[in-house]
C-alpha cells in the first residue's frame, strides 16, 4: 500500500497493491490525486524514503510549486557544478557526530536534475533484525538550515499510522482479507474511524484530558491510540462525545 499524508498523520489517499515497490509514475497519480483534495496555496512538502527519490517525482513536485525532502541510493552521483567531477553519495565525509550538507547540486548521471541541496547523516537502518545501511541520504528543495532534519523526521508519523493499524492498534493482518474489494471497504472504514480517533486524541491533548487515558509525564501512546481507548471507554459508559466539527478549535 501506498499512503499519501498530511499533518498528524491522517491517510488522504491510497493504493492497494498485492506486492512490491511502487514506481514514479504511480507516485505521481497518487500525488495528482492528493493535490485536488489540499487547499490551494498551502505550503507543502511532500517526504519519502528512497522509493521517492526519483528525478521525476523530484521534477513534478518542484513544476507544481511544492517543496520534497526525498531519499536517495547510496550509488547516486552529485555534482557541485556543470565541471565538476561527479561523485556517489556514498562518498560523503559522514561520520556519528558529523553530517554533511551540500548546496546547489545536480544529481544521477542520467538526468543532472537540480539544483537541489543535498543532506546526509549517520542512522543505522536495521530489517529484520539485520543492519541494513548506516548513513541516510536526503535530497531538497528547502534550503540548508539547522532545523532542516526536524522537518524531515515528520515522515517518521508514517510509520507510526502503520503501528497503529498492525501491531499496536487494529491488527489489520488478522483479517487474512485477501479480496481487493473488501479489503479497500475494510480500509475506508477504519481509515473514516482513524481520522475520528486521531482527532479525538488531540483533542484530548488540547484540552488537557490526555491523563485520563495515557498517565505519563510525556505523552507515550499515538494521538489514535489516546483517542481510540477514550472513545471504547465514552461508549461503554454511555457518555457524549464532542462533535468533530469542534476538535480542532
Not at 512538502?45 to 526525498?70: K, P, T, Y
Not at 524531515?152 to 489489520?172: H, M, N, P, T, V
Amino acid at each position: 500500500m501506498t499512503y499519501i499524508t498530511v499533518r498528524d498523520t491522517l491517510p488522504l489517499v491510497w493504493h492497494l497493491r498485492s506486492t512490491g515497490m511502487t514506481g514514479a509514475a504511480l507516485q505521481i497519480a497518487l500525488l495528482t490525486r492528493c493535490q485536488a483534495i489540499l487547499p490551494p496555496h498551502r505550503h507543502v512538502i511532500v517526504h519519502g524514503d528512497n522509493e521517492f527519490g526519483s528525478v521525476a517525482v523530484m521534477h513534478w513536485v518542484r513544476a507544481h510549486g511544492w517543496d520534497f525532502i526525498l531519499g536517495q541510493a547510496a550509488k547516486n552521483y552529485y555534482r557541485s557544478g556543470l565541471s565538476a567531477t561527479p561523485r556517489q553519495l556514498c562518498e560523503l565525509p559522514v561520520t556519528l557526530s558529523r553530517p554533511a550538507y551540500r548546496r546547489a547540486v545536480h544529481l544521477t548521471k542520467r538526468h543532472w536534475f537540480g539544483p537541489v541541496n543535498l543532506f546526509a547523516f549517520f542512522q543505522p537502518t536495521y530489517h529484520r533484525n539485520r543492519r541494513k545501511k548506516d548513513v541516510r541520504y536526503y535530497a531538497t528543495s528547502l534550503p540548508i538550515a539547522p532545523t532542516l532534519r526536524r522537518v524531515g523526521q515528520r515522515r517518521w508519523g508514517i510509520e507510526c499510522y502503520f503501528k497503529d493499524f498492525k501491531s499496536a492498534g487494529w491488527q489489520l493482518p488478522m483479517s487474512h482479507m485477501r479480496h481487493g474489494k473488501r479489503l479497500e471497504a475494510l480500509l475506508i472504514i477504519l481509515n473514516l474511524v482513524y481520522t475520528w480517533a486521531t482527532c479525538l486524541g488531540r483533542w484530548l491533548c488540547k484540552t488537557y484530558q490526555r491523563a485520563c487515558v495515557d498517565g505519563h509525564l510525556s505523552r507515550q501512546l499515538s494521538l489514535f491510540c489516546i483517542g481510540w481507548d477514550w472513545l471504547v471507554h465514552a461508549i461503554r459508559s454511555d457518555s457524549l462525545c464532542p462533535k468533530l466539527s469542534t476538535l480542532y478549535l
